[in-house]
């Protein structure tokens, strides 16, 4: 029942905004850091952003800082990750991540959505 599910991705022109949502259920997310990846075709998943469990400290890839910001709501258990002035190299699929911040082996990943930046 442990469920992390992501959604808002689609079809957005360079350029444009997309904010995707990461909605958790079956397990406390306020105790989980989580966490946005990314995987390209032929690319290796890599990390976009990530947040502490309150929300207190976030850190970005290099490539998107300054035009994503990761955020969550606890009360709504939900995650979010609002890009803007997307390019096309931002082109993947996007993963929500959580990690329990005590046990670290506490991991659940969602089943990704697709983000394509193109004209």
């Known amino acids: 029942q442990v469920q992390l599910v992501e959604s808002g991705g689609g079809l957005v022109q360079p350029g444009g905004s997309l904010r995707l949502s990461c909605a958790a259920s079956?397990?406390?997310?306020?105790?989980?850091?989580m966490s946005w990846y990314r995987q390209a075709p032929g690319k290796e998943r890599e990390l976009v952003a990530a947040?502490?469990?309150?929300?207190?400290?976030?850190n970005y890839a290099a490539s998107v800082k300054g035009r994503f910001t990761i955020s969550r709501d606890n009360a709504k258990n939900t995650g979010y990750l609002q890009m803007n002035s997307l390019k096309p190299e931002d082109t993947a699929v996007y993963y929500c991540?959580?990690?329990?911040?005590?046990?670290?082996?506490?991991?659940?990943w969602g089943r990704g959505t697709q983000v394509t930046v193109s004209s």
């Open positions: 991540n959580a990690v329990n911040m005590v046990l670290r082996t506490r991991e659940y």
């Open positions: 079956g397990f406390p997310f306020s105790n989980y850091r």
């Open positions: 947040i502490t469990n309150t929300g207190g400290v976030t």
